[in-house]
């Protein structure tokens, strides 16, 4: 089994309130869960209206096609018109 980690900050810029970081958070975890199949969750600054913090994880078979899936939600981020990505950081852990 093959599990893939992405950590990454965004830069929320329009918000204004921690009402519309929630906003632009949820409308992201969900359209990644959706068109990804990956768990999305919110792990730090959380009290920060203007920026996050989230992790995806996905379980995957061969590392190459977890590593593909989190391509594609790094492109899905970056093309996200409420958000800039800051920064991010991948790790693959393999196990018998």
């Known amino acids: 089994m093959v599990v893939g980690i992405l950590q990454f900050e965004l830069a929320i810029d329009h918000a204004r309130s921690l009402k519309e970081k ?3 958070v949820a409308s992201l975890k969900d359209r990644l869960h959706r068109e ?3 768990s999305v ?3 730090d600054a959380h009290d920060v209206y203007n920026q996050a ?3 995806v994880a996905v379980a995957s078979s061969p590392v190459a ?5 989190l391509d594609h939600v790094l492109t899905k981020i970056r093309q996200h018109r ?3 990505l800051n920064d ?3 790790e693959i852990l393999t196990g018998e």
Request: glycine share 4%; with cysteine.
């Open 36 to 38: 990804q199949m990956v």
């Open 65 to 69: 096609q977890c590593q593909r899936v």
């Open 53 to 55: 913090r989230l992790g």
């Open 88 to 90: 991010h950081a991948i």
């Open 22 to 24: 929630r906003r632009v």
């Open 41 to 43: 969750a919110e792990v």
């Open 82 to 84: 409420d958000c800039v």
